[in-house]
T-cell receptor, first 110, second 115 residues
Framework: EDQVTQSPEALRLQEGESSSLNCSYT??????LFWYRQDPGKGPEFLFT???AGEEKEKERLKATLTKKESFLHITAPKPEDSATYLC???????????FGTGTKLQVIP | KAGVTQTPRYLIKTRGQQVTLSCSPI?????VSWYQQTPGQGLQFLFE???????NKGNFPGRFSGRQFSNSRSEMNVSTLELGDSALYLC??????????????FGQGTRLTVV
């Protein structure tokens, strides 16, 4: 069964303090790994899709990377508006079901 | 371009009742997936529909069901509601390409409270 583990569960950063969120996964065959951002009371907002080890994608202060066992979401010089829960999900190649991790709740303090 | 629309946004029901939630996907998207989100369990996959057929199903009891119409709009139904069914129900649509899902875009969700 596919599994996704995100760490840490919660992260508190000072504005401008860069850090990384981790997503470890187990999947029989990876079709894609997704990162989402979720604000309280809202649906997840799509950020990135990564398909193969070594792939990297960037958007503003966020950069996602992928290895064969894990993905990292690097946040450079975060701002308070980056505060949210970040979700990682994997889609397997065969069954094509999408499995989500429980997320990392990020708080950026001014 | 309109996003995924879910109705209603909020719902309060009594134990034993049934409920129907609606989802209108992004125009052109043919795949619709449903998820249940609770603080303790995170996002749990319910089922996925593509071209009016259920393609994947999660580990939920038969009280949870869904369907998709020819215009790709989808509904999910929960019968005999239990207190534990209180959750945020999320719908996601994606443009299915060559048999595989691309990234999914979520609606704002329906907050269901069972009392």
């Amino acid at each position: 069964e596919d599994q996704v583990t995100q760490s840490p569960e919660a992260l508190r950063l000072q504005e401008g303090e860069s850090s990384s969120l981790n997503c470890s996964y187990t999947v029989s065959g990876l079709r894609g790994l997704f990162w989402y951002r979720q604000d309280p009371g809202k649906g997840p907002e799509f950020l990135f899709t990564l398909y193969s080890a070594g792939e990297e994608k960037e958007k503003e202060r966020l950069k996602a990377t992928l290895t064969k066992k894990e993905s990292f979401l690097h946040i450079t010089a975060p701002k308070p508006e980056d505060s949210a829960t970040y979700l990682c999900a994997v889609q397997d190649r065969g069954y094509q079901k999408v499995t989500f991790g429980t997320g990392t709740k990020l708080q950026v303090i001014p | 371009k309109a996003g995924v629309t879910q109705t209603p946004r909020y719902l309060i029901k009594t134990r034993g009742q049934q409920v129907t939630l609606s989802c209108s996907p992004i125009s052109g998207h043919r795949s619709v997936s449903w998820y249940q989100q609770t603080p303790g369990q995170g996002l749990q996959f319910l089922f996925e529909y593509f071209s009016e057929t259920q393609r994947n199903k999660g580990n939920f009891p038969g009280r949870f069901s869904g369907r998709q119409f020819s215009n790709s709009r989808s509904e999910m139904n929960v019968s005999t509601l239990e207190l534990g069914d209180s959750a945020l129900y999320l719908c996601a649509s994606s443009w299915d390409r060559q048999g595989g899902n691309t990234e999914a875009f979520f609606g704002q969700g329906t907050r269901l409270t069972v009392v």
